[in-house]
């Protein structure tokens, strides 16, 4: 193995001490505390994970934080009353709805329900169309925080040819945005993308966000790219015994990491930088509010 590790976990953790500090001066000069609330619906058992981290990881930065959690049988009306009673709520800077929501909801609907300003998972469509002009929105945290490592480790990202594996709301095209707004020379591959392993070999920034288990081998990273791998897939592992599973990324690890110049794990790469920017989007979000 050649390639730099690099370490979202350590990135993750001064990221929130950097916030913490910063929410820490706020409550001691100001008397504000940011807060931040989470709308659950379902039992989905992954958002329940995320959502239990978000939550400690909010209390940790000394933030205010709330959990909503309402059963799959609710109705979107009543997912879209919670939250305009949350906009309407001056101890809260932040609002997330957990998705994927149950099938019978429309997701749009209730995304574009909340307050462009405390909107900071960046999904509303005020702030998707912010970032496609080039304008100050609140950044979807995932991108935000690939294009944290990659400011980290290239400084200017100008010229820098980019490509992005994945065409998601989520992921794909505000990491488009983002890494367009800093001046590199972005593609965005998807399924439909002929001879997709010459285009992933022209990249000196290689993003996947696809959510295929290891679909992005070695002989497709062009010798001391960077590679952010966004996936974070469950795979039956019966190596570690029945019904045991392991999570993956997008990209064969071992293979890439033989030929990459730097490389973020899964776990322990992009998935901490996440909750890191939540916090980060909801101290901003806050502080824009009390401007
Ligand atoms: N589900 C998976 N990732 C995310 C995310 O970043 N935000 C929200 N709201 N739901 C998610």
Partial sequence: ??????????????IRGEVGSHVARLKQEHGIVPGLAVVLVGEDPASQVYVRNKGKQTVEAGMHSEEHRMDASVSEAEVIAMVERLNADPKIHGILVQLPLPSHMNSEIVINTISPAKDVDGFHISNVGLLGTGQKSMV???PLG????LRDRFGSLSGQNAVVVGRSNIVGKPMFNLLLRDSATVTVAHSRTRDI?????????????????????GDWVKPGATVIDVGINRVPAPEKGEGKHRIVGDCHFESCAEVAGAITPVPGGVGPMTIACLLANTLTACCRANR
């Fill in 146 to 149: 690939c294009l944290m490592m």
């Fill in 197 to 217: 392993e010459a285009v992933c070999r022209g990249a000196d920034i290689l993003v996947a966000a696809v959510g295929r288990p290891e679909m992005i081998r």
């Fill in 140 to 142: 979807p945290c995932t």
């Fill in 1 to 14: 193995m050649s390639a730099e590790i690099i370490d979202g976990k350590a990135f993750a953790a001064r």
